[in-house]
C-alpha cells in the first residue's frame, strides 16, 4: 500500500468514521517516535518484535489501546498523540463536528492493523506529506465553527453613561429634578422586570397623589419597592423628613428606597437608620457594571420615555437625544481605537 493508497482509503471511509483522521494521524507521530523509518522495517509485525506491545497495565487490567515498550524500558502510548491530533482539529481549528471520542478511536486500532502495516515501511518524509494531507482534508471537510468578532453585535452601555456622564441639574425649560428622577425610573424599571413600576411628573407630590415614593413598584395590588428621589446631596439634617416615607413602606413590607446624587457625611447612615436603603449614583453604578446591554437598553428607553410621556418635557427629551447619540459615537469611535485590551466589554 502506497501513501496515496492509504489516502484513499482513509478519505473514502472518512464521512463515516471521521475519528479515523485523528487516528491515522496518532499512528504517524506514534511510529516517528519510535524512529520507524530509520528501521527499515517491512511491517508492523516487524516494529512489534523490537518494541513489544504491553497489554497490561501494572494494575493488572488489560490496555484497550496501543503501548509499547521502548528500548529504554518506557513505554510509549498511542493516546496520547490522537489525544493531540484531536485537539488540534477541536480547539486549534474549531473544527467541533469532528468527534470528541478519544477512548472509542484509540481502542479500534486493531481495525487499521493495515495502515500501521503500511506506514511502518514509509520513509521520514512520505510519514510527513501523509500526515499534512490528511490534515488539509479534514479542514477543507469540516467547517470552521471559530467566533468571528466582526459579526459581533455590541451595543454601547448607554445607561452607565448616562449615569456618569449625564449633567442632570436643570437646563431651562426643564422640570428641577426631572433627569434624576427619570434616572432612577430607569434603574428600577430595568433592574425590576417583574414590578409594574409607577411615575408621575417631578415635584408633583406623591401623598397629594396617595402614593407612597416618587417611584413605586407594585407586584399586583402588593407594593415591593419604593423609592423618594432626591436631585441634590443629601445632609444629615435632611433625613428626619423622610420618616413617614419610610414608615409607609415599612407597614406594607416594601423595600424603601433614598435616591439621593449624593450623601453628605453622617446622612448615609442616617437613611440606614430609617430604616432605608441609600442609593447614590456611585452605588447605580456598581449595579449597572453587572447589566448586559439589553438590560441597559430597556433602562434607557424608560428613561426617554420617562421624559416624552411623563415630563412631556420637550426640552429634557431633545437633550436626553443628543446625548444618546453622541455617547454612542463616542463609545463606537473608542471601541475601534487600537490598543484596546481584547475582550474589553466596555
Known sequence: MTPDDLFRDFSAGFAGRKF????????????????????????????????????????????????????????????????????????????????????????????????????????????????????????????????????????????RLLLENFDMAAREGEPTGAAFQGLVFGFLRADNPHLQIEIDKARTGSKRLQRIGDVDGWEGGRLAITAEVKQYQLKEADIADLAGFSAAAAQRGALALVAALGFLPGAREAVRALPAIPLEVADLLRIVELWDPFKQRVAVQSFVYYARHVEKSYALAARVDAFLEAAAEDWRKGRAAPGRAQGELF
Open 20 to 159: 479515523t483522521a485523528g487516528l491515522l494521524v496518532a499512528m504517524i507521530d506514534f511510529l516517528s517516535e519510535l524512529g520507524a523509518p530509520a528501521l527499515g522495517l517491512a511491517s508492523f509485525e516487524q516494529l512489534l518484535e523490537r518494541f513489544p506491545r504491553v497489554a497490561v497495565n501494572p494494575a493488572g487490567k488489560r490496555f484497550n489501546t496501543l503501548v509499547v515498550t521502548r528500548e529504554d524500558g518506557r513505554t510509549l502510548s498511542l493516546r496520547g498523540f490522537y489525544n493531540e491530533a484531536e485537539r488540534f482539529y477541536r480547539a486549534g481549528h474549531k473544527r467541533f463536528d469532528y468527534p470528541s471520542a478519544a477512548p472509542h478511536a484509540t481502542q479500534a486500532w486493531p481495525d487499521y492493523l493495515h495502515w500501521l502495516d503500511a506506514l511502518a515501511g514509509f520513509s521520514t518524509g512520505e510519514l510527513a506529506t501523509l500526515r499534512a494531507r490528511v490534515d488539509a482534508f479534514v479542514l477543507e471537510k469540516l467547517p470552521s465553527q471559530a467566533f468571528d468578532p466582526a459579526l459581533a453585535q455590541t451595543d454601547p452601555p448607554l445607561f
